[in-house]
């Protein structure tokens, strides 16, 4: 094994711009510091206030938007990288993982990548994903993760060609699929007839990066050593006729951002289902059933009866207390495990869930994808987001100099080939909140709406 003199950290801190902004009196912050300031003040992370994560947006005022669950997500985050630092360095608890303290990502650095791990996805949520995979099939397609790692490398204002020229390490934390779209897709695409009979199943993306990113990942990559980038991008399932591929490794600090993803995902999307009436008591413990009990006392939580009694309480301080319980819990049932095949700590160190708690989030996960994400009221509405981002996307594209917005018309105008003007439409799309969206699809399609001076 390595020691810590062959893997220095200074590469890490490196930004594709070669760090050409310097500000005098700056030295009060490091570098995950101030990509931490870049995501926050970036006018994507801004807009994820205004995107779907659920439930749509117009449906309450109670339930999670993108910005909200990425702000959840980050607190996690650093939640877990203080358990392990606490239940595991300091404590000794383990043998092998000498360079865990050192490569462990700091606060800021955590929140960094799990604040902004949301941040390329589209409106309408899955709706909008789709909507853009179909009509980008034929020219490298879409997907919300690749897209994430697109605006922060290149689009968001910032560092010209740069987009907010985060670093290495951060987009090393939100690549959480370093395999490209053309390596992945299916083999055969579905027929692509009207728009609307496209299924939802049929179109749905595979979990990668779009090929314009490819400088990106090499760069991302550049420290590792050809067997370590060799290994890291392999696939854990191919492509076939009919499936998607998927790819096979993450990095450590992925590991940590898609444990915290989960925990917020599986924890407080339960607690606005709840809150909205959309599961019963009964439901949720007939899905917790099968669970563990004993993983409930190993983290000190109370026996399954009095969880249940409290998470349906008619008070609000009950209930928030247990899920704040319930997301502590998870955060320290967090361990460190190796993936041996790696020699740079980076992509050899990984964290997991043990098997109890994992267990039971995967019955929290599974039961909000039953009684929520699939429920028909839900679907219908992600159905109609599909479609106005379809509809608005033809129109725009039909006659572009026309329609596009001024910015992204240049763009388009000086974009070379088809597919890069394509992208530049899929680019001023995919930026949308759900409400600017509704208004260009009604200043586009609904009879006396919008006028000259209104703003989008």
């Given at each position: ?6 893997w220095?950290?200074?590469?890490w801190?490196?930004?594709?711009s070669?760090?050409r902004?310097?500000?005098p009196?700056s ?7 101030r ?5 926050i003040?970036?006018?994507g992370?801004?807009?994820l206030?205004?995107?779907?994560q ?5 449906e309450g005022?109670f339930?999670?938007t ?14 877990i ?7 595991w360095?300091?404590a ?10 050192a490569w ?10 799990a ?6 996805h ?9 909507a853009l ?6 020219h490298g397609g ?5 897209q ?5 490398s290149k ?10 020229d985060?670093?290495r390490?951060?987009l ?6 370093p ?12 027929r692509a007839g ?21 400088d990106v990942v090499e760069?991302?990559?550049e420290?590792?050593s050809?067997?370590d980038?060799?290994?890291?991008v ?6 076939t006729?009919g499936?998607h ?6 990095s450590l ?9 989960d ?7 339960l ?24 993983w409930a006392?190993?983290?000190?939580l109370?026996?399954?009866?009095r969880?249940l009694?409290?998470l349906?309480?008619k008070?609000?301080?009950d209930?928030k207390?247990t ?5 502590n ?5 967090v361990?460190?495990y190796?993936a ?5 700590p ?6 997991q869930?043990?098997r ?8 929290f996960?599974?039961?909000?994808t039953?009684?929520?994400?699939k429920?028909?009221?839900v ?6 987001g599909?479609?106005l ?10 006659d ?14 000086q ?15 995919s930026?949308?909140?759900?409400e600017y ?7 586009l399609?609904v009879?006396r709406q919008?006028?000259v001076?209104?703003?989008l």
């Amino acid at each position: 094994m390595a020691t810590m003199g062959a893997w220095p950290q200074k590469v890490w801190k490196e930004r594709r711009s070669g760090n050409r902004l310097k500000r005098p009196n700056s030295q009060w912050r490091d570098e995950y510091g101030r990509d931490r300031a870049r995501v926050i003040h970036s006018a994507g992370f801004r807009r994820l206030q205004a995107k779907t994560q659920v439930l749509g947006i117009g449906e309450g005022d109670f339930h999670r938007t993108r910005l909200t669950h990425s702000m959840e997500a980050a607190q996690i985050g650093r939640g877990i990288v203080r358990a392990i630092e606490q239940n595991w360095i300091k404590a000794g608890k383990f043998a092998g993982y000498s360079e865990l303290a050192a490569w462990l990502p700091t606060l800021n650095s955590m929140e960094t990548i799990a604040l902004a791990h949301d941040i390329g996805h589209p409106p309408f949520g899955h709706g909008g994903e789709i909507a853009l995979n179909f009509v980008m099939r034929e020219h490298g397609g879409f997907e919300g993760n690749g897209q994430t790692l697109r605006l922060l490398s290149k689009l968001e204002a910032h560092t010209e060609g740069f987009g907010l020229d985060l670093t290495r390490r951060s987009l090393l934390g939100v690549l959480k699929y370093p395999v490209s779209y053309e390596r992945v897709v299916r083999r055969k695409l579905p027929r692509a007839g009207d728009r609307l009979l496209i299924k939802r199943e049929s179109w749905k993306p595979p979990k990668c990066y779009t090929s314009g990113e490819k400088d990106v990942v090499e760069w991302i990559l550049e420290p590792f050593s050809r067997e370590d980038r060799a290994g890291f991008v392999t696939l854990l399932v191919a492509p076939t006729a009919g499936k998607h591929g998927k790819s096979r490794y993450h990095s450590l600090d992925t590991s940590i951002m898609e444990l915290a993803d989960d925990i917020a995902y599986g924890v407080h999307d339960l607690e606005d289902a709840i809150a909205l009436q959309l599961i019963t008591r009964e439901e949720l413990q007939l899905a917790l059933m099968d669970s563990d009990a004993g993983w409930a006392k190993a983290v000190g939580l109370w026996p399954s009866e009095r969880i249940l009694e409290l998470l349906f309480s008619k008070s609000g301080h009950d209930r928030k207390a247990t899920f704040g319980a319930l997301v502590n819990a998870f955060v320290v049932s967090v361990e460190p495990y190796q993936a041996k095949e790696f020699s740079h700590p980076l992509l050899r160190l990984q964290t997991q869930l043990n098997r109890h708690a994992e267990q039971v989030l995967g019955a929290f996960k599974g039961l909000i994808t039953r009684r929520v994400i699939k429920l028909a009221q839900v679907q219908t509405l992600e159905y109609r987001g599909q479609q106005l981002v379809l509809r608005m996307f033809e129109a725009i594209a039909s006659d572009p100099q026309r329609l596009l917005k001024e910015s992204f018309r240049d763009l388009w105008v000086q974009a070379e080939s088809t597919t890069d003007k394509m992208r530049v439409l899929c680019d001023y799309i995919s930026g949308m909140t759900d409400e600017y969206a509704t208004r260009m699809y009604e200043r586009l399609f609904v009879p006396r709406q919008g006028h000259v001076f209104d703003r989008l």
